[in-house]
């Protein structure tokens, strides 16, 4: 008999909730910044390598009462006996006795099964309350599933790159899987990674800023709330890196939209073409 899994914080995926990214992240945060994090209780996500641990320095001062995944590189380099170590390392960065979420950054080019049940011991001896995987595609997590659960734990958070841009994620059956196995999924560079504002590179890409202008312009909503709410119709948290107090404020307004059947679907139509 395979021992409970173990659940995330918050429980089952709320789309309308959001991720804040750090990963430019290096010094300390204006006052302003840190008390509305506090008060909004956004999850923050960070990882070992974001400015060579700087970027965890920095969430640290944010103190407990705000919940944070990090991520650890399993370079091939890297044994994963060696996690708990590195885990520890993460743990004093942010000044917290247990992670909130502790992912793998990456699946693991070699020892990946090992990796994987080094991650899974960490929830397991109480040193993360829940564990996750990075950039991970659909076969590569049907595998961790498998591989974790005689372990009894569950990869509560996938993340991956998703965008209108970069949409194929919502093909790939990755959406169905994990709401039958209760898995989040953390969309980033959901903005495209400058492909919101900047020039298109292609055809594709010309013609979805084309159609995001149109929607706009009909529903008065700013490029990032539509983006923002398409993403949550699919069930998807949007990771967003914020950077002062008028970025974040922005996010928070964003995630509040709702886009119209209608305007959705004249949406997808550039963005599936």
């Known amino acids: 008999m395979h021992p409970p899994v173990r659940g995330l914080p918050g429980g089952p995926v709320n789309p309308t909730r959001l991720v804040i990214g750090t990963n430019r992240w290096r010094h300390s945060l204006p006052s302003a910044l840190k008390e509305r994090l506090l008060q909004e209780q956004c999850w923050v996500d960070t990882a070992e390598v974001y400015g060579l641990g700087r970027s965890e320095l920095t969430v640290g001062e944010l103190g407990a009462g705000i919940p944070v995944a990090t991520k650890i590189m399993p370079w091939w380099w890297r044994s994963p006996k060696n996690l708990p170590r590195y885990s520890e390392q993460c743990r004093r960065r942010l000044r917290r006795d247990m992670l909130d979420l502790?992912?793998?950054?990456?699946?693991?080019?070699r020892a990946s099964g090992g990796w994987l049940q080094a991650l899974a011991a960490e929830a397991f001896e109480g040193r993360a309350t829940a564990v996750g995987l990075s950039e991970y595609t659909l076969p590569q997590l049907r595998e961790a599933v498998r591989v974790l659960h005689p372990e009894g734990i569950q990869p509560r958070v996938v993340q991956i790159e998703v965008s209108p841009w970069q949409p194929n994620a919502l093909r790939s059956g990755m959406i169905p899987f994990c709401n039958a196995h209760n898995i989040e999924i953390w969309g980033f560079r959901v903005l495209g990674g400058g492909a919101?504002?900047?020039?298109?590179?292609?055809?594709?890409?010309?013609?979805v800023q084309k159609a995001l202008a149109g929607v706009c312009a009909r529903t008065g909503m700013s490029p990032v709330s539509v983006v923002i709410a398409w993403l949550r119709f699919y069930g998807i948290v949007p990771m967003l890196g914020v950077r002062s107090l008028t970025h974040l404020e922005q996010a928070l307004n964003a995630r509040e939209a709702d886009l119209p059947p209608q305007e959705r679907q004249a949406f997808e139509a550039a963005v599936f073409a």
Do not use: D, K
């Open 196 to 207: 919101l504002f900047g020039q298109p590179r292609n055809a594709h890409q010309a013609g």
């Open 102 to 109: 502790l992912l793998l950054h990456f699946p693991a080019r």
